[in-house]
């Protein structure tokens, strides 16, 4: 990988929008005016819901799609004008079949796509055996791709992101429909490959993979940054919500609505009343308080990251409108 320079950003967009034109009726807003700044040697995470735009921005990064308006840049280069000078930087693995082609072999792929990025023979031929030890697919090199694994082959997508050895990395949802086996291993890969000093831009709806990799991550709906923090941030942003379910009477739960600790009491399927608080601390209190008016059926739990985050976008979603 060639040497890093300054202070330069890795990659930074401002004010993009994308539309799409439909034939019939109205066109679709993908990105609307979505600005992000990241730094070399970040592992930086796109975070968003179904239809956020967190595709439509990737492509846009590795040009082969053109911004609406705005602007972005790559180490420096400018996407619409430079894009000849960004495409070697740049390692892309999208999720899905394109890219490899499943009846030749992984070793057959590496060597044709070394080839593509303008190696010489002997070149792709020492790159590609590096690459296959270093993805661990050398035992299974001579065989089709055809008959690996889906985590082999997204560990062979990798592989390809690699053949140019590029200081930018946009993975778009690599570990999706893995097995939790072989996304911990793909991450663990993606966690080698950014420890090398590369700048990885991962699009992902997974808050673990996203807590686990990433030093910042862009929050995006409905073509729109939400928030970008640290995920430490975003953890304790999450870790606010607690909930406490408990079967009650009306005329307890409306007390139960009433203390200052209590942010909401909402019905659940099976009957129950799901009770969320403020902060940690706040269960006890509200624990207590439910106990010691007789009710039994009672216990804590903590939202799903998926869902919280949901939450928080929603939450952000409010706040925009309140400051249109
Ligand atoms: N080629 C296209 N033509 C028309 N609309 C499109 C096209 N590509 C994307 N869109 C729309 O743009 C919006 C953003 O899509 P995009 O694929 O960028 O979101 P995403 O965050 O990657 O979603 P997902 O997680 O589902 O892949 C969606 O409403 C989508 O339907």
């Known amino acids: 990988m060639p040497a890093l320079s300054g202070n330069q950003l890795a990659v930074e967009t401002h004010d993009l929008r994308r539309e799409y034109r439909a034939r019939r009726g109205a066109g679709v807003t993908a990105l609307d005016g979505v600005s992000i700044e990241v730094a070399q040697g970040e592992v930086h995470g796109l975070l968003g819901p179904n239809g956020a735009g967190k595709t439509t921005l990737m492509k846009i990064l590795s040009t082969v799609l053109l911004p609406t ?3 972005g840049r ?5 996407l619409a004008t430079e894009y000849r000078r960004i495409r070697p930087l740049l390692g892309i693995v999208f ?3 394109r890219g490899v082609y499943p009846r030749l072999t992984a070793r057959q792929n590496l060597r044709y796509w070394a080839a593509l990025y303008g190696l010489s023979t002997a070149a792709g031929r020492s790159r590609t055996e590096e690459l296959l030890d270093e993805f661990g697919l050398a035992e299974r090199a001579g065989d089709r791709v055809e008959t690996y694994s889906v985590g082999m082959r997204q560990r062979l997508h990798l592989a390809r992101g690699m053949v140019a050895d590029p200081r930018v990395l946009l993975l778009d949802e690599p570990t999706n429909g893995l097995d939790p086996l072989a996304a911990r291993q ?34 995006i709906n409905n073509g729109r940054v939400v928030a ?11 870790s606010r919500q607690e909930r406490i379910r408990v079967r009650a009477d009306p005329a307890l739960l409306d007390q139960v609505r009433a203390l200052p600790e209590v942010t909401e009491v909402a019905a659940a399927d099976d009957g129950a009343a799901v009770v969320s608080v403020g902060s940690q601390e706040a269960v006890g209190r509200v624990l207590a308080f439910v106990v010691a008016a007789g009710v039994t059926e009672v216990r804590t739990e903590l939202p799903n990251l998926e869902e919280v985050y ?15």
């Open 69 to 71: 308006a705005g602007s």
């Open 74 to 78: 790559v180490l420096g280069h400018d």
């Open 95 to 97: 999720g899905g079949e």
């Open 186 to 219: 793909l991450r663990e890969l993606i966690g080698r490959l950014a420890g090398e000093g590369r700048t990885v831009l991962l699009a992902t709806h997974d808050l673990d993979e996203a807590e686990l990799l990433c030093d910042r991550v862009t929050m």
């Open 228 to 238: 970008a923090e640290a995920p430490k941030t975003l953890a304790r942003l999450l």
């Open 310 to 324: 949901l939450r928080l976008v929603h939450r952000n979603d409010e706040r925009s409108v309140v400051a249109r």
